[in-house]
């Protein structure tokens, strides 16, 4: 498959949980994510509550096990700010794209519960591996202990086990008005090693943190919060945007 399929192919793909934008970035062909050398195919990943003003980042840019995830102000040149989407599919019939995002139950079902693929089988499956100028770490966003609420998350082997995994769940998605940067899409990210299906942990900015704090707060993973409307808290709510900081994002 040719770069360009490739492109189309995570575009169409990616709207579902990165909007608009996302698409929109990734067909320029010319942006690039947080460092200009991660090139177009890394993500920038945002939080509802504050919006395109900070992204997900690797704490003082260290890739090892067990480096706490934060959010930071956006800028074009730090490479803890890049990161890229990481398939998850069952390759054994010798079907695996690249830069594709797959539905649960197409995605590695021998280490999903029946459960998980029967809740969540319209929603998608996918890895953010940390990719510091472009150059993938094989570690991802995770968290070291599954099903555990109040776990932080921090940097995890890739594709080990289902606590790297993030499901984004549509049944909860939110379209934000236009603005400067089109349609905003977000959604709750499931950690994939949840077992609870009626408040599952989901990726969560600390209530009462803000990314200038200091300690910088770390995200962690809590059990799904709702108003009585059915509407997701703000700090559990999550977009995707490919591009250059500043411009596609």
Not at 12 to 37: I, R
Not at 170 to 177: E, I, K, M, N, T
């Amino acid at each position: 498959m040719s770069i360009k399929s490739k492109v189309v192919a995570v575009a169409a793909t990616l709207t579902l949980f990165g909007g608009v934008g996302a698409a929109s970035a990734l067909t320029a062909g010319t942006a690039s994510a947080a460092t200009p050398s991660c090139g177009f195919t890394c993500i920038n990943v945002s939080n509802q509550q504050f919006g395109r003003a900070f992204y997900q980042d690797v704490f003082q840019q260290n890739a090892r096990v067990g480096q706490p995830i934060i959010l930071f102000r956006s800028s074009d040149s730090d490479p803890a700010l890049d990161f890229t989407v990481t398939d998850i599919a069952d390759c054994s019939a010798g079907i695996c794209l690249p830069y594709e995002v797959y539905q649960v139950c197409d995605g590695a079902p021998g280490l999903l519960g029946i459960g998980t693929c029967f809740r969540y089988a319209e929603d998608y499956i996918f890895e953010v591996q940390y990719s510091p100028y472009g150059v993938n770490s094989g570690l991802c966003v995770g968290v070291a202990a599954a099903n555990v609420s109040g776990e932080g998350v921090t940097l995890q082997p890739c594709g080990v086990n289902a606590n790297t995994w993030w499901i984004a769940d549509l049944a909860h998605a939110y379209v934000a008005p236009p603005g400067p940067h089109m349609f905003q899409f977000f959604t709750p990210w499931v950690n994939a090693g949840s077992a609870n299906f009626t408040q599952p942990l989901v990726l969560t900015y600390p209530a009462n943190g803000y990314p200038t704090d200091k300690p910088r707060p770390q995200l962690y993973v809590r059990n799904q919060q709702t108003f009585s409307n059915g509407a997701p808290y703000q700090n559990q709510m999550w977009n995707v945007c490919f591009g250059e900081v500043g411009l596609g994002c």
